[in-house]
Structure formats: C-alpha cells, structure tokens
Nanobody
Framework: QVQLVESGGGLVQAGGSLTLSCVSS????????IGWYRQAPGKDQRELVA???????TPYYTWSVKGRFTISKTENTVYLQMNALKPEDTGDYYC?????????WGQGTHVTVSL
C-alpha cells in the first residue's frame, strides 16, 4: 500500500513563495513518474502542474507555471517550490505517482494566494 502525504500548503500573498512536500512510503525511484496535480476552486478536473521521471531528468511543467515552479525529489520526498505565486494558483494540490500499473494519490494540501 503506497501512502503519499502532502504538507506545506497555506495562505500567501501574491508574489510570495511556498514549498509543498510529499512524503512517499515507497522510494520515489520506484515510480515511473511522480508529481503534482491541482484542482482549482469550482473546477471538477485536476490539472497536472509538474512531474518528474524516476531518473529525475526532463521535468514537465504546465505552461502557466513555467519559470515559477520547480519540482525536485529525494529518495522518499517530492517537492514543489512555488515562487511568484498568483491568485490563479489557488487550489488543492495533490501529490501523484504512477508505477506503470497504478496511479497513487495523496489527500491534498490547500494553497490560497491572495491579492
């Protein structure tokens, strides 16, 4: 049973920074990809914000966060460093992992960016 536990969300003013952390019960190297989704208020779908491969190279970023967010990982933790935050970054952020067989999700952590 894989457990992903997020932390680091909170309230921040526009232009500020937050770092989200996701601790995995399995080594991050066991996942083909690991990353972060977010669900904006009032939206039904989650959007892939950033992901990184098991090799830790060629990270993916959705266009709206490129140059502002950085994903990184260690043996058991994946981080999302979020800089220059904008109100449209507000939402629930979910840690996600895929091992070629199953998708795994954390419970989410909420980020609110105020004007």
């Amino acid at each position: 049973q894989v457990q992903l536990v997020e932390s680091g969300g909170g309230l921040v003013q526009a232009g500020g920074s937050l770092t989200l952390s996701c601790v995995s019960s399995r080594s991050t190297g066991n996942f083909t990809k690991i990353g972060w989704y977010r669900q904006a208020p009032g939206k039904d779908q989650r959007e892939l914000v950033a992901s990184i491969s098991k090799e830790g190279i060629t990270p993916y970023y959705t266009w709206s966060v490129k140059g502002r967010f950085t994903i990184s990982k260690t043996e058991n933790t994946v981080y999302l460093q979020m800089n220059a935050l904008k109100p449209e970054d507000t939402g629930d952020y979910y840690c996600w992992a895929w091992d070629n067989r199953s998708n795994y999700w954390g419970q989410g952590t909420h980020v609110t960016v105020s004007l």
